[in-house]
């Protein structure tokens, strides 16, 4: 039998398959659809100190093989998430994983101090990527000594491990992951999306209200399939890959280009079912590559 | 309770200029579909879904009817589907217009161009439940009208044109200000059109039914908020939507 | 009648449509699909001083609405180009652009310097952003003073108007674009590819032989566009836009975004005859968005 | 010279295990097609066009037959389209096999899989000019097999399986140690196959077809080279072959 498990810092998976941040909710909506014990964890919708209203709509647009999406951290607020969404993803058997963001250092250490108040959460993913807030929270991930300072600042706060979510858009991404690698993070998550605009010719602005949006989806798979690439040689911390995973067979190529595990955003919305549809074809795909375990991939596709 | 369904597809037929009248057949989603709620349909390997309103449902034949207006890639390729091709579909979304109201009363439809769907089913399902109808539909020429004959069955029907090519011209908020009786009004259409509406109408009860660029379509990614006047400050449009009642909303 | 005309340093455009570099090689095959003449400008395949073979093959693979290369700037060097590709193209009744590359300052001086001993060529498109380059090319395109000095050196040593392209691999493209125009650049080319990576599951080895590629064609397109959006506003200089142009409404998006002409590179391959066919089309799709010239549609997407 | 052209399905058919044959017609293709050339494909909204070889050609009723075997995306929704849809196609592209050899010549065929369909239209063509043919053709196993009968018609085949389940056992190398006589050899297949070749028909004449992913597929973009011992040191497979002299290229 084929070994989907993995042992990840503060994360035992059952299978390397996890909805992405933002692109899930708080499981919630989908879990009509599925038993979410069937996942090897959930990474919740972002949190920030305060409840965020995020920006105005238009939110989202298609784009060729991929979407912009401009939701700007809606949520309702760290101590609201605890209270009311945690207690209903924990009656599942999965790991669940709290993505948090903010417009401040400060606020960033608040939101994963709050997080110490529960044991229902496995791990923190720090969200230093996100490109749909303004006061700082792209700075911190394309600046490699500001991702650092908020790294060991989150650190220190908190006694879950820590996944550090870097951003696609910058010039050197090995730069910034062995700097927030030496700064203490537990493990890395890559890649957020890529900053992006599409004009509505009719009425000739920008068609996300906020202007600029994430791209995500296939359209991005090969810019995470190098990053992870470059990267994963670089540091010694693990990577949840993410970035236009559709089907079991890209699973395998970011476990190759040196990916532990795996995060699904925007096939969601194709099909609600696609994490459990992915979960139950990697066998099949594993064996036909000649892999008897997800572990024994890891890497594999890294030449010399 | 929406499902992910595969619908035959068991007609497809232009009606009005790009206009495109197409028939699906599913029973698990003709079974529960009530007026005002939509279909989040896949076409080819677009990224995102399109939401499309319910425009009849037959609970004997386990068909659905679905209009489109053809306005960029996703509605064309969904134009191009052959009948017996099959769509992936989730559905039925939302939540609809209220229809548990008095009998005898009578309700006002307010469409505009590709806001007209809905309101056909709508119309058909109060009429059956003996509630009088009364339409205004307005659209943009003469070449855009559809279902005229269809709602003129449900009740009284008046058909605006922008260009006076055809019934009435001017705008639906036009031929509102003749006074028609009514109890409650229900409209679907362009935002520019339902806000006018609104103020035209103040003090009377309605619903309208909303649009926005959707993600999900199932009420996870926060794409298609609506700012509310409820405790968490606002509404989602596809779960919490699309129907509002004009006072909870401000648009 | 739709004006497409448009005005350029060294260029007097009768459309703002011209292949990319690369994909177009000197023009050769695709005269024997349609006239040349119909082009406002043919870029030119990459000249470096010597001869260069390139890259060990594949050199090309398919991705979501893509396509990864890695061709390696191969070029029979500036002197061959000068004496049997320019009076080759210069046949035509079109603008004849010069993409210029080296693996150090000094030969993209002499390269320029040599472009100096034909008066057929009236423009220079300075490559510091190929990705496919090991010795420098990357590095020239993502320091902003680097940029500088190489836009500055060539400057000098030329007498065409230079337009420098830049790369999208980068944290901040309005600082490069700042630096480069401050350097004497005339104008922008953007945006080159974004380098990227796809890993074949049955050898378990990155596809293309040069592990990394460069991502082009639909999917960068959201990129291109706001990277355009966000440079056109903060210099005084034009734009050649490029990045997944595929008819004739992209084009439209790419004006109203800032650029003042466009590339079309990757959708070439689809159809040889594109940019012939967007030339047709372009009237139309201007006169449908209420815009009776090119010149009128620049810029105006820009909100405040 | 090569061609934009819209060709017409005829005909599709599973010949063997996720091989497909599929017969084309467009008169002007099929008026300047010669054995070797290939056709590039575009196929639904992929972004690259795919490269597959000419199987047959038939001048009277326009119709060019391509066989492909279903590796990818491409492939395989290729092999979903229908008898009456229209195919994109730049053809015909490259240059053949050389064809004018003095009659009574033998020539052997050595095919290797996916391989084999070029082989074919050239021998055909051979045969009405009067040379003679062998043929080895090398498949994986016996549901692999395709074109069998159409090939003993144009002379002595031999049919190796690597797995033995039908004709010889082994690798299509193995049977031309017999000492098979003959002036000239072609071949196409894939390029370990091609190397055993080369090395064991040492001092023969031979031309090879070769593949490379290729972008353009018109000789612009530089994709599809190969190291050659010519003045530019290299050539490129998709406009100067896909068949070349085994003297002239080091694979
Ligand atoms: C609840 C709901 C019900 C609808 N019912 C109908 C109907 O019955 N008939 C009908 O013709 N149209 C209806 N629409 C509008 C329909 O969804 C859009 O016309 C369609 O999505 C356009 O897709 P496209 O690919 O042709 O256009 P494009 O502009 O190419 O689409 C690009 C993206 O924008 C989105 N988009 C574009 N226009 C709209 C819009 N007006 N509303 C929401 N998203 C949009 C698309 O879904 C897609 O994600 C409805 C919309 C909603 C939200
Ligand atoms: C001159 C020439 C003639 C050919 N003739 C035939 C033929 O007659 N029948 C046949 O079945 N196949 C033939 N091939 C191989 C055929 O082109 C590939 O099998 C096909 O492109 C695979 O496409 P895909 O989308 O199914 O595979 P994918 O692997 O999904 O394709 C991804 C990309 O890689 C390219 N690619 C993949 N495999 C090859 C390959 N072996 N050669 C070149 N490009 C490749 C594709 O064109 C595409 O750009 C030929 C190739 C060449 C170069
Ligand atoms: C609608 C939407 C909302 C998102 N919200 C968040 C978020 O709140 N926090 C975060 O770290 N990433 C967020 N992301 C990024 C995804 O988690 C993921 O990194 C990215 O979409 C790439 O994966 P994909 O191509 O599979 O979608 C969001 C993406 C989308 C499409
Ligand atoms: C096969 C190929 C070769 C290229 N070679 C060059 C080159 O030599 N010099 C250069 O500046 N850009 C080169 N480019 C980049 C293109 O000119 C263009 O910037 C990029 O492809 C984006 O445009 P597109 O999406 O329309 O292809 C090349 C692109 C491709 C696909
Ligand atoms: S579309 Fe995702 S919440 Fe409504
Ligand atoms: S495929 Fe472009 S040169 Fe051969």
């Given at each position: 039998m084929t070994n989907l498990a993995i042992e990840l810092p503060g994360l035992s998976l059952k299978n390397p398959v996890m909805p992405a941040s933002g692109c899930f909710g708080f499981g919630r909506e989908y879990a009509t659809f599925y038993n979410l014990n069937k996942l090897g964890a959930v990474i919740m919708k972002a949190a920030t100190m305060q409840e965020r209203l995020g920006n105005p709509t238009p939110r989202v647009a298609e784009t060729a093989s991929g979407m912009l999406n401009a939701i700007g951290l809606?949520?309702?607020?760290?101590?609201?998430?605890?209270?009311?969404e945690v207690p209903f993803l924990s009656q599942f058997n999965t790991n669940i994983i709290a993505n948090i963001a903010g417009s401040s250092l400060e606020e960033y250490v608040e939101v994963a101090r709050a997080f110490n108040e529960t044991d229902q959460v496995h791990a923190l993913e720090l969200n230093i990527s996100c490109p749909n807030v303004k006061e700082g929270g792209l700075q911190f991930g394309t600046d490699p000594l500001m991702a650092a300072r908020v790294t060991e600042a989150v650190k220190k706060s908190t006694n879950l491990p820590?996944?550090?979510?870097?951003s696609p858009n910058v010039s050197d991404i090995v730069q910034i992951a062995k700097a927030v690698e030496a700064a203490g993070a537990d493990g890395l998550s890559m890649i957020n999306t890529l900053t992006g605009m599409q004009i509505h010719l009719p009425s000739r602005r920008p068609l996300i209200a906020n202007k600029t949006g994430g791209l995500s989806g296939p359209a991005i798979k090969p810019i995470?399939?190098?990053?992870?690439?470059?990267?994963s040689s670089q540091v010694n911390i693990p990577i949840i890959g993410m970035g236009g995973i559709q089907r079991a067979e890209d699973v395998l190529e970011f476990l190759l280009a040196g990916a532990s595990a795996v995060a699904i955003g925007t096939a969601n919305f194709q099909n609600p079912f696609i994490c459990a549809d992915i979960?139950?074809?990697?066998?099949?795909?594993?064996?036909q590559y000649g892999f008897n375990s997800v572990r024994e991939a890891i890497g594999k596709g890294i030449v010399a | 309770m929406m499902k992910r369904e595969k619908m035959r597809i068991v007609s497809t037929r232009v009606i009005a200029k790009e206009t495109i009248e197409m028939v699906l057949e599913n029973k698990w989603i003709s079974t529960h579909a009530s007026p005002g709620q939509f279909l989040h349909i896949q076409i080819g390997s677009h990224t995102l879904r399109r939401p499309i309103s319910i425009a009849d449902c037959n609970h004997v034949t386990n068909e659905i009817t679905i209009l489109f207006k053809i306005t960029g890639d996703g509605t064309r390729h969904l134009g191009e589907y052959q009948v017996g091709n099959y769509l992936d579909v989730l559905g039925p979304i939302g939540n609809g217009f209220p229809t548990n109201i008095t009998a005898q009363s009578t309700v006002l439809l307010v469409g505009g161009g590709i806001g007209v769907p809905p309101l056909y089913f709508l119309g058909k399902f109060l009429k059956e439940n003996?509630?009088?109808?009364?339409a205004v539909l307005g659209f943009q020429g003469e070449d855009h009208v559809f279902y005229e004959p269809n709602f003129r069955e449900l009740g009284e029907t008046i058909i605006v044109t922008n260009d006076g090519s055809y019934g009435e011209k001017g705008y639906v908020t036009d031929v509102l200000e003749n006074n028609l009786a009514f109890d409650y009004y229900y409209s679907c259409g362009p935002t520019p059109m339902l806000r006018s509406l609104i103020s035209v109408l103040k003090g009377k009860k309605g619903y309208i039914s909303l649009e926005e660029r959707m993600g999900c379509g199932v009420g996870a990614c926060l794409a298609c908020i609506l700012p509310a006047k409820n405790e968490r400050g606002y509404k989602?449009?596809?779960?919490?939507?699309?129907?509002f009642n004009v006072e909870e909303v401000t648009i």
């Open positions: 809606q949520n309702p607020g760290v101590t609201k998430i605890i209270e009311t820590v996944y550090v979510k870097l995470a399939i190098r990053m992870i690439y470059e990267v979960i139950d074809d990697l066998p099949r795909v594993l064996k | 003996g509630i009088n109808i009364k989602k449009i596809c779960s919490d939507g699309p129907v």
